[in-house]
């Protein structure tokens, strides 16, 4: 058979194959030497795009058979939904299953988090993406893994509830683990995740919903009342001292409105002018929506059920080293030691039951929050103090919103009657 012969038979072949199993447009072509694949979508005579691959067989007639068998079999893949680049790599058995190439890939993706783009600390990395990532390692290492994105996924969360915060967080940290080791590490575009991630996340049962998000206290009294529960005066001293620390530490965060982490970043300044002490906090909060600045904070003292201020005094005691806090204030850290609080539980079970509403250790921040607008605080300011953007301000305190709304409309009633 002729040079000409074969390579039209060639490309005759694969015509009709793309025609019986419904690929309109799939040809091969010569492409420096090389057979090379070719796929376009047309609209009339216009075509809209064009994906390519090379296969690794020289444009011979010796080699046609062979490259006919590899065409078929990545047609298959592309009925089975996989792109021509994934398809051809599958074909050819280069889809990544071996534990020691998503390692690799988990390396690679750590650093480009920590060091790259919204960076983000080692610290955060360790507790939001590595649990899951690692999951996906000890998954793909197994004999038998999974073999696309959606499977591996839910392998990896179904230990945990529908709708759940952790199911919500684990699925996004695997999602950017993918997207990672796809556009960034070369892997067969199989594993490309889905963009919406709703059926991996799931929907809880009506009996297991429950609010997740952190809310506010009922009262200042609630706090005041809580805070008498510590084990301040315990015999024992190690409790006494952590009670004592713990304490401090849930005062500042009710009357500054900090995050746990925000106390170990807590600084006494003095303004010369007005010559009064102010606090400082220098925390600099990394995350998607950009980074939290460092800000003056204006304390916000809460009311005893007598109608006084409730006086800890705490700038004087700061500045004179009078007022011991943990070690290291974290979330989690702060989150453990209420959890082991029978006095937190029961106020915790009377939240739901009561409010519906689920209190956690950000709850101190989310009721200063509340009382700035109590307080008829503008909702600039109250961010200003709070260190984060008006938006951001009233996605997480409705109330906030609802309530600028309420005084601005009663403020316009009242005058409408001067």
């Known amino acids: 058979m002729s040079t000409q012969d074969w390579s039209k038979h060639f490309q005759k072949q694969v015509r009709t194959l793309a025609k019986e199993v419904g690929l309109e447009g ?43 068998t590899r065409v078929r079999n990545i047609a298959r893949f592309m009925k089975e939904g996989h792109g021509l680049k994934s398809s051809a790599n599958l074909a050819q058995k280069k889809a990544p299953r071996k534990g020691k190439d998503w390692r690799k890939i988990l390396k690679s993706f750590k650093d480009q988090k920590i060091n790259f783009g919204t960076a983000i600390s080692e610290a955060t990395f360790n507790k939001q993406y590595l649990p899951p990532c690692e999951m996906v390692v000890e998954v793909m290492s197994k004999n038998d893994p999974p073999t696309n994105p959606r499977d591996l996924i839910d392998i990896c969360v179904k ?62 009294q609630q706090i005041l009342d809580f805070l008498k529960t510590l084990p301040t005066n315990s015999p024992y001293k190690k409790d ?7 304490f401090n530490c849930f005062c500042l965060m009710a009357e500054l409105g900090l995050r746990p982490i925000e106390v170990n970043y807590l ?38 059920r007598e109608g006084k201020e409730v006086k800890w005094n705490l700038i004087e005691r700061f500045r004179g080293n009078l007022l011991p806090l943990p070690e290291r204030v974290t979330g989690e850290a702060a989150g453990t030691y209420l959890k082991r609080r029978q006095s937190w539980k029961d ?61 601005a409309f009663k403020a316009a009633r009242e005058r409408a009657l001067k």
């Not at 006494?240 to 713990?246: F, G, L």
């Not at 002490?277 to 600045?293: F, I, L, M, P, V």
């Open 240 to 246: 006494a001292e952590a009670a004592t620390s713990w």
């Open 26 to 68: 799939l040809t091969v072509v010569k492409n420096g030497g090389r057979v090379q694949i070719k796929i376009r979508k047309s609209e009339g005579k216009k075509v809209i795009s064009q994906q390519t691959v090379m296969l690794p067989f020289p444009w011979t007639e010796q080699s046609s058979g062979d490259a006919y």
């Open 347 to 407: 106020l915790k079970e009377v939240m739901i039951k009561t409010q519906g509403a689920n209190i956690t250790c950000y709850s101190f921040r989310h009721y200063y929050a509340l009382r700035c607008h109590v307080k008829i605080i503008d909702s600039g300011s109250a961010c200003e103090s709070m260190g984060h953007s008006l938006e951001s301000h009233h996605r997480n305190y409705p109330y906030s919103s609802k309530g600028t709304t309420h005084n």
């Open 159 to 220: 230990n945990w509830k529908p709708e759940s915060v952790t199911r919500k967080h684990r699925t996004r940290a695997i999602k950017q683990f993918l997207d990672h080791a796809v556009l960034r590490e070369g892997i067969a575009d199989i594993w490309t995740p889905p963009s919406d991630l709703k059926q991996h996340i799931g929907k809880a049962k009506p009996k297991d919903i429950v609010n997740q998000k952190a809310a506010a206290f009922e009262s200042d």
């Open 267 to 304: 600084q006494v300044r003095f303004n010369p002018i007005e010559k009064i002490h102010y606090w400082h906090c220098t925390y600099r909060k990394k995350g998607g929506n950009g980074a939290t600045e460092p800000r003056d904070i204006e304390p916000l003292p809460l009311i005893d």
